[in-house]
């Protein structure tokens, strides 16, 4: 099978990793891919969001299936493009990518259908939206721009004045289109987990739950990042709370995509929070959660290119046995991150790997990395590599992780040193 993968971070690397593991692959395309992916894929020079590009690219090479990696293109539209021209695609169609390029329609599709989430309002007027805050008793409130906003349009504003700051803010246009609605919710308390599934559209497939690491700096502190690490499976996700999250929150989902035939074919996620009154749904994504991914492909034993076909063709149900097997061991993955991140950071940086070095059971996975003129591996971004590592237990896999990313130099690297070991990540 020829496949072209979209996107260019850790989590399409590990995506191409793993898909490389797969017999029936022949030819593995990426656009744009990374220097990491390139030893995997044939890299081909089209960016993620440019939807004309990939479609032609698609239909003139043929390809088999078209996996994506990031939110943008499908809220472009590239399923719905690719669907026209017969391509089977890996990713949901824009009405399905509404559950995550949409809060509000997120929100009010988990209110039809009596998904637990926290409380909420909707508002396209600043005015009203600051009305409804001042009537609200004083106390935390989550404000979020409705759209896509890579990350930055969520504010958890610990007070009413905070609140109204973050409308204004996230409506002044900071956002641009993203924050032309508001959605105003509850704050929830609790852990969280990341629980991802594989969609065909009439079938959700659970993979194994997952944690990762969103604020930058040790002891959960500092601001949110795209994530600095994550670990699988999270043991303190009980079997208790595996029904739980079955019955009250899996299947009345499915229930719900097939009833408002939203074709979702692609990876589900959902983030979970475990509330004192039980699991809740704090946001859905449209794709593969990064870092999760780094750590989730090196469990997984089914074959990545069997259950993607199987999920762009409808055909989950044909799966043998519909589990997903996974091996009877633990993953973590260390983000290495550029100083600076989340803010401004700088980039060229020169960046020596551990090459030679005979690590087993980790890898590598690159982010923001690039070829300068000279031909080096260089940074280009604020996430730049992602250190994989799977163990017979969570130990192993944090010593196999940290020893190869203390083999990795670049100037101004950081990352943290406590994944799946913070204290909030014991429920
Ligand atoms: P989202 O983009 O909706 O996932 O939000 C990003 C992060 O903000 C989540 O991972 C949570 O940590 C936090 N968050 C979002 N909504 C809520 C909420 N209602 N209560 C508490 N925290 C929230
Ligand atoms: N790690 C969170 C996300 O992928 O959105």
Request: glycine residues 10%; charged residues 25%; hydrophobic residues 40%.
């Amino acid at each position: 099978m020829k496949v072209l993968l979209v996107g260019s971070g850790g989590r399409e690397h590990a995506l191409a990793w793993k898909l490389r593991q797969s017999p029936k692959l022949t030819q593995l395309y990426a656009a744009p891919g990374n220097p990491g992916i390139g030893e995997l894929a044939r890299l081909v020079p089209l960016k993620a969001a440019d939807v004309d590009g990939l479609v032609a690219f698609a239909e003139r090479e043929a390809m088999d299936l078209v996996i994506v990696g990031p939110e943008a293109p499908l809220a472009l539209g590239l399923a719905d493009r690719l669907e026209e021209r017969d391509i089977p695609c890996f990713g949901p169609k824009t009405k399905g990518a509404l559950l995550e390029s949409s809060k509000k329609f997120a929100k009010d599709f988990m209110a039809r259908h009596g998904i637990p989430t926290a409380a909420y309002c909707a508002f396209t007027s600043e005015d009203e939206a600051r009305r409804y805050v001042k009537s609200l008793p004083e106390g935390p409130l989550v404000v979020k721009a409705d759209g896509l906003a890579q990350g930055k349009g969520v504010i958890v504003a610990e007070s009413r004045r905070e609140a109204l700051d973050a409308l204004k803010e996230v409506m002044s246009g900071r956002f641009g289109d993203a924050g032309r609605q508001v959605v105003v919710e509850e704050r929830m308390t609790g852990e969280e987990v990341s629980l991802l599934t594989f969609s065909d559209g009439k079938t959700l497939l659970p993979m194994l739950p997952v944690q990762d690491h969103k604020r930058v700096g040790e002891g959960d502190t500092g601001p949110n990042t795209g994530g600095m690490g994550a670990y699988a499976p999270v043991p303190a996700f009980t079997p208790a709370l595996v029904e739980e999250m079955e019955s009250k929150i899996l299947r009345p989902l499915c229930d719900a995509l097939r009833r408002e035939d939203l074709d979702y074919q692609g990876c589900l996620y959902i983030g979970l929070m475990l509330t004192p009154e039980g699991l809740k749904v704090v946001e859905f994504n449209a794709r593969f959660g990064d870092p999760e991914t780094q750590a989730l492909m090196p469990l997984l034993k089914t074959d990545l290119l069997d259950l993607t076909c199987a999920c762009a063709r409808g055909s989950l149900v044909n799966l043998p046995g519909r589990v997903l097997e996974w091996r009877d061991e633990k993953a973590v993955c260390v983000v290495m991150a550029s100083e600076g991140y989340p803010g401004d950071y700088p980039i060229g940086r020169i960046i020596c790997l551990d090459a030679g070095m005979p690590f087993q059971n980790s890898w590598v996975f690159h982010a923001g990395t690039a070829r300068n003129e000279q031909g080096e591996l260089v940074t280009a971004g604020g996430r730049v590599l992602s250190v994989a590592a799977r163990g017979a237990t969570l130990d192993e896999a944090l010593t196999r992780a940290y020893t190869r990313a203390e083999n990795i130099r670049f100037e101004g690297c950081s990352f943290r040193r406590d994944i799946a070991r913070s204290k909030s990540h014991v429920f």
